[in-house]
């Protein structure tokens, strides 16, 4: 064999043992580190965050659906140190010393009330839960539009460029979320938007998912 084609030859084996390298390397650090993180929508000052859910259908009385699902919601966050939270209970002090005021009160005044800088404000959309074909179970579907409003000013700080914020959905799988009555589809539903809501202000991969069927 000529030098020539011993060169090329030589070459050739170089880099594929450099490629199978790479790809053992890059198994390797995928078994070490998980799948590449998906980022976030958007990363929150770490300032005090108020988490303020309500429901469009109750504007006027308290909603369980949007207590259930601000519940869940702030457990996620918390977990994943998005922002300092300003605790569940100031706010339903902040109801219970002006019960006639609150519903009609500005984003910007219950903000400054309980002292948060920003506002993580979820308007829950339409929700509802159904019979499976043959009364095997109940399934449904929930939906919200979220934003993170300025404490100070009102402003949209995100999503800037949809006024109405940024709309999620969440349903049942057919055939294998099949739940026993339609509570259970409620609070089945809700903790799966407290994660899809919660994982739009951090990093996230799939092994970061609650398990199927998890409730609290």
Known sequence: MSRRHWSIGSRALITLSLLSGCQIAGVAAYKLAGPPKNPAKYTPAQ????????????QSAASPQADMLARDLFAVLNDHGVAPLIPPEKLQELRDAKPFEFPTMPLTRIAQAVEAHQVLYVQLGGSESHPLLGGQGFQGHASASVKIVD???GETLW???AAGGYPVAVSTKMGIDAVPSPMAVQQKLYIQLADEIARLFYKWSPEDMRPEGFTE
Do not use: R
């Open 151 to 153: 404490a100070a000013s």
């Open 159 to 161: 999503p800037t460029e």
């Open 47 to 58: 300032t005090p965050m108020l988490v303020l859910v309500e429901n469009y259908q109750q």
